[in-house]
C-alpha cells in the first residue's frame, strides 16, 4: 500500500516519527547529534525512535502561491505533549534554536520507504511546560533565501540555470524535486542570458530572473525545491470532492488594480559587453490586472535570447492575464495533507452563479482541527 492509498483511509492507526538536530558545546568543540522521538516504538532499520510523544503533533502552517515569484511557507507552533520526565536532561544539555527537524507520518499498513516527511524546517527557542513541548517552525527557505549569493555568468537553459544555482549553493539533487524540475525543462524550453556579482540573494536572483516567464518556486511541504510554470486549472487532476470533503465557508470576489503593461527583453548582440538588447511590450489601458498579480511597477523584464521565446513568452502572459479573473477564499474540512498548492478543485455553487475548475495558488493548513483554507484562481 502507498501512502496516498494509505492516508485516505479514515481507520487506520497513524505513527509520527520526529528527527530533531540538537546541539551543545563540549570542550570548545560544537557537538551535534540527532535525537529520535515517536507516538509509538519505531526501528527503522537504522535508528530506533524512542516513544516519548504522546498522540498526535499539533500545528499549522501557510503556504501562499503567489502565481509567478517564491512560494511563501510559513509554519505556526509545533507542539508535542511529551512523556513524564523523559525530556528534561535533553532540554537542559542541548539547544534547539535554529536547529534542523523532521516529522514524518506514516502506519503499520505501509513500509518505512512509504512514510511521507510532513513538515521539514529549523526550530526556535523552545517551551516546555508541564510535559507540553512547543516551538516555532521555521521552514528550509529562511537560510535559502536571506543568506545564499549566487554569483557569476549563466548562459544557458532556464531549468538547467536554475539547478546549477542551486548545487552551487549547497542545495543537492536530493532536495530537489527533480520531476518537477524536468517538467519545468518541458514547458520552459529557453535560453537566457543572466549575471550576478554575488550582492544579491537568491531570491532576487531568481526572481529577476523566472518572474517575468510566469514561473513560480519554493520548497514544499516536504522540503524539496519545486519550480513550475503556472498555468490554468488543470481539468485532467481534479481533486474529487467527496464526502471526506466538506465546504465550510467561502467567498468570492473579482479585484481590479492596475493597467496591464508587460515588457521583455530580448539579447540581439551576445558578443558585446554588456551583451546589446532590444524589448517587445503589451500594453492595454482598457485591460485592468486583477489580484494578486498587481503590480505597482507593472513592468517585467527578462534577457531571453531569442526574439521568437520572448515573443512566445509575452503572448502567453497576454492571453492567460488579459482577462478577467476571479479569486474564491474557502475553508474546506478535509484530512490533513490530501489538498496542497496548484492542485485543481471543481466548484459548485449555483447560487453564487460559481460553477467552474479553480487551482489552489494558497492554503493555510490546521493540522489538528482537520481544516484548510485555500485561494483558489481562475
Known amino acids: 500500500m502507498t501512502f496516498d492509498?494509505?492516508?485516505?483511509?479514515?481507520?487506520?492507526?497513524?505513527i509520527y516519527l520526529f528527527k530533531l538536530n540538537v546541539a551543545r558545546k563540549v570542550g570548545g568543540e560544537i557537538e551535534t547529534k540527532d535525537i529520535y522521538l515517536a507516538t509509538e516504538p519505531y526501528f527503522d532499520g537504522a535508528n530506533f525512535y524512542e516513544p516519548l510523544v504522546c498522540g498526535m503533533p499539533y500545528f499549522s502552517r501557510s503556504i501562499q502561491e503567489v502565481v509567478y515569484g517564491i512560494s511563501q511557507v510559513s509554519f505556526g507552533s509545533l507542539c508535542l505533549i511529551t512523556a513524564e520526565n523523559k525530556l528534561d536532561d535533553m532540554l537542559a544539555d542541548y539547544n534547539f534554536n535554529g536547529r534542523d527537524?523532521?516529522?514524518?507520518?506514516g502506519g503499520e499498513e505501509i513500509p518505512y520507504s512509504e512514510f511521507k516527511v510532513i513538515l521539514a524546517g529549523k526550530m526556535g527557542a523552545i517551551r516546555y511546560d508541564d510535559q507540553k513541548l512547543?516551538?516555532?517552525?521555521?521552514?528550509?527557505?529562511?537560510?535559502?533565501?536571506?543568506?545564499?549569493?549566487?554569483?557569476?555568468?549563466?548562459?544557458?537553459?532556464?531549468?538547467?540555470?536554475?539547478?546549477?544555482?542551486?548545487?552551487?549553493?549547497?542545495?543537492?539533487?536530493?532536495q530537489?524535486?527533480?520531476?518537477?524540475?524536468?517538467?519545468?525543462?518541458?514547458d520552459c524550453p529557453y535560453v537566457v542570458y543572466i549575471s550576478t556579482d554575488g550582492n544579491e540573494n537568491v531570491r532576487k536572483f531568481f526572481d529577476r530572473l523566472l518572474t517575468p516567464m510566469l514561473v513560480w518556486y519554493g520548497f514544499n511541504r516536504e522540503g524539496l525545491f519545486q519550480i513550475g510554470i503556472?498555468?490554468?486549472?488543470?481539468?485532467?487532476?481534479?481533486?474529487?470532492?467527496k464526502d471526506d470533503i466538506e465546504i465550510l465557508s467561502f467567498s468570492a470576489a473579482v479585484f481590479k488594480k492596475h493597467y496591464w503593461k508587460i515588457k521583455l527583453s530580448y539579447i540581439t548582440d551576445i558578443t558585446t559587453d554588456p551583451p546589446t538588447r532590444d524589448t517587445i511590450s503589451h500594453e492595454d489601458n482598457t485591460i485592468k490586472d486583477v489580484y494578486p498579480l498587481a503590480m505597482e511597477s507593472g513592468v517585467k523584464e527578462s534577457y531571453l535570447t531569442a526574439l521568437a521565446d520572448a515573443q512566445e513568452t509575452l503572448d502567453r502572459w497576454w492571453d492567460m492575464l488579459s482577462v478577467q479573473r476571479q479569486?474564491?477564499?474557502?475553508?474546506?474540512?478535509?484530512q490533513p495533507l490530501r489538498l496542497n498548492l496548484n492542485d485543481t478543485v471543481y466548484l459548485s455553487r449555483p447560487r453564487f452563479n460559481i460553477d467552474d475548475y479553480y487551482r489552489i495558488i494558497s492554503l493555510r493548513e490546521n493540522y489538528d482541527r482537520n481544516e484548510v483554507e485555500v485561494e483558489l484562481f481562475k
Not at 530537489?176 to 518541458?186: G, K, R, V, Y
Not at 503556472?230 to 470532492?241: G, I, R, S
Open 176 to 186: 530537489i524535486d527533480l520531476d518537477a524540475l524536468n517538467q519545468f525543462d518541458t
Open 5 to 14: 492509498e494509505w492516508i485516505k483511509q479514515y481507520q487506520t492507526k497513524k
Open 134 to 174: 512547543t516551538m516555532p517552525i521555521e521552514d528550509k527557505q529562511v537560510v535559502f533565501l536571506r543568506k545564499m549569493t549566487p554569483a557569476g555568468v549563466y548562459n544557458d537553459y532556464v531549468a538547467d540555470v536554475v539547478h546549477t544555482v542551486l548545487n552551487n549553493i549547497g542545495i543537492d539533487d536530493t
Open 327 to 334: 479569486i474564491i477564499k474557502a475553508k474546506f474540512k478535509v
Open 230 to 241: 503556472f498555468k490554468e486549472p488543470d481539468q485532467t487532476a481534479v481533486m474529487e470532492f
Open 101 to 105: 527537524i523532521e516529522v514524518k507520518l
